[in-house]
């Protein structure tokens, strides 16, 4: 009788046992499900991203080419209107760079998997990090800066040791760039600087501080922050912009260009 009672004990510890294994077995099983379903969210919201941007550069590559075509045709008038134009067609360029920019950023994250060892400080991003941040950059494609601006504030603050915080700042203040809030749009390009000043967006923050005094009239301030960037990397792409916006300033300089709208500028943080 007492054996029976020792076997009986026995069956219901393996029974509770195997209960307890499938409970554990099935909460790791739903939290699988959770990861996937975020990485899914996350993998959509690149798709997004990627094609809006080829969008957009498909757009202004063939703005640019019609643009340059004419100015081809138009060369030896040399009037008001083609230096106007002209103008205009520097801004394409301007937007193109930006997307260009936007595209290899976003394919780089997502080739390493958006994770990996990181620095300084900071730390990897996770999907979810991933997606927010991408969700505000759609919306700076989408042209509704307002919103990017709102949701790159929230992401700083909800991530402010992300490896992509500094992206996120300079994303920031290219929205107030875009809006031609150019007073806002230095401020915001200088917390890339003063934040983080091993980020690679750093010669691209000050080439587009140098980009808005030019268009606020702020000529030789423009050229400190242009020949900064030819200083500190000679041989990078910004550089090259810089020397070409210098360039252009001898040319509003000597009247052959046309000036940018007057805007007061701020007090500045040369460089």
């Excluded at 230095?186 to 690679?200: A, C, G, H």
């Amino acid at each position: 009788m007492k054996s029976f009672f020792l076997l009986f004990g026995l069956i219901l510890f393996l029974h509770s046992s195997v209960w307890a294994k499938d409970d554990r077995y099935e909460q790791e099983i739903q939290e699988l499900k959770r990861v996937v379903e975020t990485n899914n969210r996350s993998l959509a919201d690149t798709v997004q991203t990627l094609a809006q941007i080829r969008s957009d550069l498909q757009i202004l590559s063939g703005e640019i080419e019609a643009a340059k075509h004419f100015i081809d045709e138009q060369r030896n008038k040399g009037d008001q209107g083609l230096r106007d134009f002209d103008y205009r067609l520097t801004g394409l360029e301007e937007k193109l760079s930006m997307f260009s920019h936007q595209f290899e950023e976003v394919f780089t994250q997502n080739s390493s998997g958006g994770t990996g060892s990181v620095s300084d400080g900071k730390t990897a991003q996770t999907s979810e990090e991933m997606g927010e941040y991408q969700k505000a950059l759609v919306e700076i494609n989408l042209k509704n800066y307002k919103k990017a601006v709102e949701l790159f504030e929230a992401y700083l603050k909800k991530y402010s040791k992300s490896a992509l915080a500094d992206n996120a700042q300079y994303w920031k203040g290219e929205a107030y760039f875009a809006t031609k809030d150019y007073a806002k749009a230095i401020l915001e390009f200088e917390k890339v600087n003063k934040n983080f000043p091993k980020s690679p967006k750093r010669a691209a923050a000050i080439l587009k501080q140098g980009y808005a005094l030019f268009e606020m009239k702020s000529y030789q301030d423009a050229r400190t922050f242009l020949q900064k960037i030819i200083n500190d990397f000679p041989h990078s792409e910004e550089a090259s912009l810089a020397r070409e916006r210098m360039h252009k300033i001898d040319q509003v300089l000597a009247g052959t260009a046309p000036a940018a709208p007057e805007t007061m500028a701020p007090p500045l943080p040369f460089p």
